[in-house]
């Protein structure tokens, strides 16, 4: 049986994840914490699943342990049922499903709730963000030698294969955001990303809030990396976002995103231990 997690109240821990496969979920047996989870949010993407999935677990097998999650949110076409129909090739796959769309990031939080992984890498359900770049994101956050403070591993697209429409209005958005934020991130908007679980989880959450990463780790005080990944086209079908509707909610969300930074907490604590002296 192939578990279909619904929205989780509470993060998912090794206490309360069953397995993700044919153990089911009564009495089922709870697998080992794996080294990292893949986040796929889709959302009709039905012609991109086995292909994706496919170059998922081919880029990282090498790398250690990993569960896949895809979160459908709330598609209308095949997408859950070509998920379905992959269960018993790739028994790290999980589909956890909306009960209404949520958007992106709704689907990236509900992703995380349900991962049982300590890391996580998240990349785009349509296909142009190659599979092949996730060893290059885990590798500082998997390593032993990994900065204690390290949160954050952000993509930053070289060579995108989208419309001039689209490039322009992205690269207006990333220097008006840059300016403003000053979160030193040539290309937010980058699909492929790599973090703590921990550290995500205790981010302020918000629609469209995936878009400001850099920025949102940055204001919890850890540090923020940056790679440089390949783009290509969407395997699949067209694009569910335009461009002015991008602009118009970023514009709010830059505004809030802005207030939050300004309002953080700045100071930070250590405990002072009260040793008894004798009399």
Not at 14 to 36: L, M, Q, R, T, Y
């Amino acid at each position: 049986m192939f578990m279909q997690a619904f929205r989780a109240p509470f993060p998912a821990t090794s206490n309360n994840v069953c397995s993700a496969h044919a153990d089911g979920c009564d009495g089922a047996s709870v697998k080992p914490i794996p080294d990292f989870a893949v986040i796929v949010p889709m959302h009709n993407e039905e012609a991109s699943v086995e292909t994706l999935v496919g170059e998922i677990v081919a880029a990282c097998r090498p790398v250690g342990d990993f569960e896949i999650v895809v979160v459908d949110d709330a598609s209308s076409d095949g997408t859950v049922g070509a998920v379905l129909s992959l269960a018993d090739d790739y028994p790290m796959l999980r589909l956890v499903r909306h009960d209404r769309q949520g958007g992106q990031s709704a689907a990236i939080h509900s992703g995380v709730q349900a991962a049982r992984a300590p890391i996580v890498c998240m990349l785009d359900g349509d296909g142009q963000n190659p599979p092949d770049n996730l060893p290059t994101l885990l590798g500082p956050l998997l390593s032993a030698t990994a900065p204690q403070r390290l949160g954050l591993v952000a993509g930053q697209r070289v060579g995108r294969r989208d419309t001039l429409a689209k490039r322009l209005s992205s690269r207006f958005a990333n220097q008006l955001r840059a300016r403003i934020l000053k979160d030193g991130t040539r290309d937010t908007g980058c699909g492929l990303k790599a973090f703590r679980r921990d550290a995500y989880l205790a981010l302020p959450y918000f629609d469209h809030h995936h878009r400001y990463f850099p920025a949102l780790f940055s204001r919890d005080g850890w540090q923020v990396a940056h790679v440089d990944v390949t783009h290509r086209p969407r395997l699949h079908g067209n694009s569910h976002y335009t461009n002015i509707g991008r602009a118009l909610v970023g514009i709010y969300d830059l505004i809030g995103v802005a207030w939050l930074l300004r309002r953080r907490k700045r100071s930070n604590w250590a405990e002072t231990f009260i040793t008894e002296t004798s009399p």
